[in-house]
Antibody
Framework: QVQLQESGPGLVKPSETLSLTCTVS????????WSWIRQPPGKGLEWIAY???????NYNPSLRSRVTISVDTSKNQFSLKLSSVTAADTAVYYC??????????????????WGKGTTVTVSS | SSELTQDPAVSVALGQTVRITCQGD??????AIWYQQKPGQAPVFVIY???NRPSGIPDRFSGSSSGNTASLTITGAQAEDEADYYC???????????FGGGTKLTVL
């Protein structure tokens, strides 16, 4: 079955750029949307962005100016870059497969497969 | 507005029925999508619509919607259902996704 694995530095200095990669195994990245979600310690989930396998993107407006999401179909990976990080960006970062489906003439994006998450701490 | 509001905490006696609610303007048009998260684990997709569940999710979980409020109902709650539950929807114009703040379910 499809599995996702996040990878990247666990510690990032303030003002630097956080870079994470999600590797998809057991299935193809083609045909799906793919999301990044984060969860600060003790808090709820926050959607960051999604990317379609063709490269089409959509971003959380509150993070839009600092975030870039991209996809590499040749490597079956997608990535997240978050610039100018502060302590407020400390969180567990999850990647998730995000199928788009239709129900009663409306379409929905849902996250059906998640990575285990990777903890990123912003500290000097 | 695409914000979603959930009660912070709900409790239910073992074997009883509990409803977890989510309010937001987008829910007048869309069903909510629900996720379950247990401590230290990644979220798990539970349901969207009334009964669109992935394999492995018991049929005691069901969804419903009325006006701007979506509900996740657990009929006959089990100890293993104790978790945080998050609703999720999207903005119809921008397709931005949003999560509710989460509801901590305690099974007594």
């Amino acid at each position: 079955q499809v599995q996702l694995q996040e990878s990247g530095p666990g510690l990032v200095k303030p003002s630097e750029t956080l870079s994470l990669t999600c590797t998809v195994s057991g299935g193809s990245i083609t045909g799906y949307y793919w999301s990044w979600i984060r969860q600060p310690p003790g808090k709820g989930l926050e959607w960051i962005a999604y990317v379609y396998y063709t490269g089409t993107t959509n971003y959380n407006p509150s993070l839009r100016s600092r975030v870039t999401i991209s996809v590499d179909t040749s490597k079956n990976q997608f990535s997240l870059k978050l610039s100018s990080v502060t302590a407020a960006d400390t969180a567990v970062y999850y990647c998730a497969r995000t199928p788009k489906t239709t129900l009663n003439f409306n379409y929905y994006y849902y996250m059906d497969v998640w990575g285990k998450g990777t903890t990123v701490t912003v500290s000097s | 507005s695409s914000e979603l509001t959930q009660d912070p905490a709900v409790s239910v006696a073992l074997g009883q029925t509990v409803r977890i609610t989510c309010q937001g303007d987008s829910l007048t048009r869309y069903y909510a999508i629900w996720y379950q998260q247990k401590p230290g684990q990644a979220p798990v997709f539970v349901i969207y619509g009334k009964n669109n569940r992935p394999s492995g999710i018991p049929d005691r979980f069901s969804g419903s919607s009325s006006g701007n409020t979506a509900s996740l109902t657990i009929t006959g709650a089990q100890a293993e259902d104790e978790a945080d539950y998050y609703c999720n929807s999207r903005d119809s114009r921008t397709n931005h996704l949003v999560f509710g703040g989460g509801t901590k379910l305690t099974v007594l």
